[in-house]
């Protein structure tokens, strides 16, 4: 069933590259994977981090937890969490960068700079990926932090997931000079790099996921790693079995709970024939993750989409 | 039984619910009564695109075939703001330095924000033009409600802020700015960010100067039409648990932003196949297939108590919020039959006698 990504056959498997990128449209369970994903990365011994950046806390929730933004947090062994916040990574940079605390205070802190920050093209999404990319570093910029081995990152929906993602660059080259100028080329260099990072698509087998992790493909220009395909429903029915169902339906005996029945039968065997062909419209590059069912997610349900992604991993 | 009934009807919530459908349905559905209808999608899936004859992007709503007097659009965010631009500039060249600058063509295509100001600006412009009898908009997958809501209200922040009034008031020299002592925070700005961005930044301000009060004035007209009686906010949602957590989290910013939520449509909610078919199944397609169809029919009722759940979870946190149910279709919306039947189930939204 599950196929295994040409890039991770050729490159390297998913969980040695210090950086990977869950990007996707939302709803279809990117969280949920990123924390999965976090998971295989502490089996593996390494120290791991599942970032996010959408201010919302969906990962530390699935750990029972809850997550303040701006602040690491350790979910189980091995797996942290961090929801980035731009602000404090500009206060963190400025305190890094300027040569007086206070005056790296002054300027952190004035609206009039936030506002021609918040201006500046891209330098929301360059701060965030500046941290990203910071977690990952042997020297970490706070006194005492210490580096993970694998940052995960759940990147909010494609189009603001590709903005990050460009950022560092765009910034290197148009800001020329200055200190941004380089560290953008820096982050930018890892990110390009791929034996230092990995990009997934996340998907459901439904037309605009596809769709939009389709888009996502033809814009990295094969830079994505594998198409993960979250949540996929059951196929108990072979095209026999649904003849066989739809010949049953069309009896004029039938009691009500008995239609009813064939009708839900029925439904399930279309819907599972349509998320087929959805899928059909990849090409092998995907990894397909059943549906864990409706209950929340559960510990033992990350577990269990941690084996299935170890085919990847 | 009344289809939503105000002029304007903003559909909002989480990404993912279907609510560019429902925007469709909704709008639809009002077409079929009579009423002239534009309705502004967001990306809308290809199929649903197609099925409203927007093949192609277009800046102004166009007549779907077979739907009455029923208007469609796709919001096209930049062409939006430039048209907006345009129309402020006070002439041709200060107009074409602001359309051409990149801080400007960053901020008006990838800039968080700029999506949800330009679709309510594009609302606002609709309602001006008084060719419709209702419109109905389709809104942004926001991060979260106040992406949307706050829009218009941070433009006019931005543009009032001092360090707007500061650069608009340099002449254009980056390196003159930097350099200036009063201007200590551009000088680090400078710094960090290189003269290469903080020029281009100098020139957006210095071209859009003159524009600043027409920005503002429109931000402020397109606020207040956001909370005029004649519109109403239909919030989306699916039964899926995260979903349901931010539909409740963006009911609660409605409300302290003194926004009237006017219904609730669940999308997709799973019902289940009651009764016990007995011993008639094995009868009909022998044992084997029978224990797979009791299978599909056990999960489905499991599906179908998670959703429940999920609407006890709403029902509790939105108490008196006329709600309606749309089961899970199995189909995707790729033709006007299809959101026929999807509309059927939103006629009560608007209407005082729908189930609470």
Known sequence: ?313 | MTVARERLTVCVGAGGVGKTTVAAALALARARQGERVAVVTIDPAPALARALGLAVLGGEPQRVEGAGELWAMRLDAKRTLDELISSLAADEGARDRALSNRIYRELSAAVAGSQEFSAVAKLYELDRSGLYDAIVLDTPPSRNALDFLDAPARLMRFFDGRAARVLMSQGGSATRVAARAGAPLLGVLGRLAGAGVLREIVAFFSAIGGMVEGLGARAAAVEALLHDPATSFVLVTSPRREAVEEAIAFAAALAQARLPLSALAVNRVHMAANGDADGSLEALLGARLAELVRESVRELGDRAAADGDSLARLRAALPGLPTVLIPELGAEMSNLAELDRLGAYLKSVGSPSVAQ
Request: net charge negative; glycine share 10%.
């Open chain 1, 1 to 313: 069933m599950a196929t295994i990504p040409l890039e991770a056959k050729t490159t390297g498997r998913v969980l040695d590259r210090r950086l990977v990128f869950l990007l996707g449209k939302g709803g279809v369970g990117r969280s949920t994977l990123a924390a999965a994903l976090g998971l295989l990365g502490a089996r593996s011994g390494r120290r791991t981090a599942v970032v996010e950046v959408s201010g919302r806390g969906d990962v530390p929730r699935l750990f029972g937890a809850t997550g303040r933004v701006g602040v690491e947090l350790e979910l189980t062994d091995g797996v942290w969490t961090l929801d980035v916040d731009p602000r404090v990574a500009l206060e963190e940079y400025l305190v890094d960068q300027l040569p007086l605390r206070t005056l790296a205070e002054v300027v952190g802190s004035s609206n009039a700079f936030g506002y021609v920050a918040a201006a500046t093209p891209g330098l929301r999404e360059l701060l965030t990926m500046g941290k990203v990319w910071e977690l990952a570093q042997p020297q970490r910029r706070s006194p005492g932090a210490l580096p993970y081995d694998l940052v995960i990152v759940d990147a909010p929906a494609t189009g603001h997931g590709l903005a990050l993602l460009a950022a560092p660059r765009t910034f290197a080259d148009a800001a020329g000079k200055g200190p941004i100028a380089r560290q953008g080329a820096i982050i930018a260099a890892t990110l390009e790099d791929r034996a230092q990072t990995a990009v997934l698509a996340v998907a459901t087998a439904e037309p605009a996921a596809v769709d939009e992790a389709l888009e996502l493909r033809s814009t990295l220009h094969g830079r994505l790693g594998a198409v993960l395909i979250n949540a996929l429903g059951p196929e108990r029915y072979t095209s026999e079995d649904r003849a066989a169902l739809e010949q049953a339906l069309a009896r004029s005996d039938l009691d009500t709970a008995a239609r009813a029945a064939l009708q839900a039968a029925a439904a399930e065997a279309e819907a599972a024939q349509r998320r087929r062909s959805e899928i059909g419209r990849f090409d092998a590059q995907t990894l397909e993750l059943p549906d864990i069912g409706p209950a929340p997610v559960s510990r033992a349900g990350l577990e269990f989409l941690a084996d299935r992604l170890s085919a990847i991993a």
